[in-house]
């Protein structure tokens, strides 16, 4: 039936067309807006920190790591072993910022930027230190996010290989292949699967 047909009669008898209708839909208070994200945040938290308990996925980010180079104190420019080193840091409440040269804010275990750990820590999980759980953490979101990490639970890390090596330079992209940013150094896959199955990873 169209608009034009639906009338109603007023108690004088005069008859009034019905023009349309118009839905409205609540708006969310800022209170309700505030539960919703902090529980998404909650769970999204509890989901990586299930994960971080597999083996595999564990032994997978201690061999990005090895790869990298870094460590949990780590901003850029730093190196193993140096005493002394200017660019380590020993404030992890927040992130540490801008390393050597002021280049780029990459820092700790796994290389992560300012804007990642605002995305994968602050937004995702609602966490606002930089903690060695929270850099692992960070992580295990981001594998997520790439969609890799159900390869990884599963032991196919070749698998993983291209879309891992896309957010870290020193991965290559799989059996055979270079790393996705060259001059960079990087690990050969069989060098990446060594180190893998030394901290007690399996393959499919």
């Given at each position: 039936?169209?608009?034009?047909?639906?009338?109603?009669?007023?108690?004088?008898?005069?008859?009034?067309?019905?023009?349309?209708?118009?839905?409205?839909?609540?708006?969310?208070?800022?209170?309700?807006k505030a539960v919703r994200i902090k529980t998404a945040q909650n769970e999204r938290l509890e989901k990586?920190?299930?994960?971080?308990?597999?083996?595999?996925?564990?032994?997978?980010?201690?061999?990005?790591?090895?790869?990298?180079?870094?460590?949990?104190?780590?901003?850029?420019?730093?190196?193993?072993?140096?005493?002394?080193?200017?660019?380590?840091?020993?404030?992890?409440?927040?992130?540490?910022?801008?390393?050597?040269?002021?280049?780029?804010?990459?820092?700790?275990?796994?290389?992560?930027?300012?804007?990642?750990?605002?995305?994968?820590?602050?937004?995702?999980?609602?966490?606002?230190?930089?903690?060695?759980?929270?850099?692992?953490?960070?992580?295990?979101?981001?594998?997520?996010?790439?969609?890799?990490?159900?390869?990884?639970?599963?032991?196919?890390?070749?698998?993983?290989?291209?879309?891992?090596?896309?957010?870290?330079?020193?991965?290559?992209?799989?059996?055979?292949?270079?790393?996705?940013?060259?001059?960079?150094?990087?690990?050969?896959?069989?060098?990446?699967?060594?180190?893998?199955?030394?901290?007690?990873?399996?393959?499919?």
């Amino acid at each position: 039936m169209s608009n034009a047909a639906q009338t109603i009669t007023t108690p004088t008898g005069k008859k009034l067309a019905l023009k349309g209708t118009h839905k409205t839909t609540p708006k969310e208070s800022a209170e309700a807006k505030a539960v919703r994200i902090k529980t998404a945040q909650n769970e999204r938290l509890e989901k990586n920190r299930s994960s971080l308990t597999n083996k595999n996925v564990k032994a997978f980010l201690q061999a990005i790591s090895a790869a990298e180079g870094g460590g949990y104190d780590f901003k850029y420019g730093a190196i193993k072993g140096k005493k002394n080193d200017p660019w380590r840091f020993t404030d992890f409440s927040t992130h540490p910022g801008p390393g050597f040269g002021g280049s780029t804010t990459a820092s700790g275990m796994y290389q992560i930027t300012k804007d990642t750990w605002q995305d994968h820590a602050v937004k995702a999980m609602g966490l606002t230190d930089f903690k060695p759980e929270t850099q692992d953490l960070i992580a295990v979101d981001m594998l997520d996010s790439m969609g890799v990490l159900g390869n990884i639970k599963d032991g196919d890390v070749a698998g993983a290989m291209p879309k891992a090596a896309r957010r870290w330079a020193a991965l290559p992209q799989g059996p055979g292949l270079a790393n996705r940013y060259p001059p960079q150094p990087y690990v050969k896959y069989e060098q990446f699967i060594e180190s893998y199955k030394g901290f007690g990873g399996d393959l499919k």
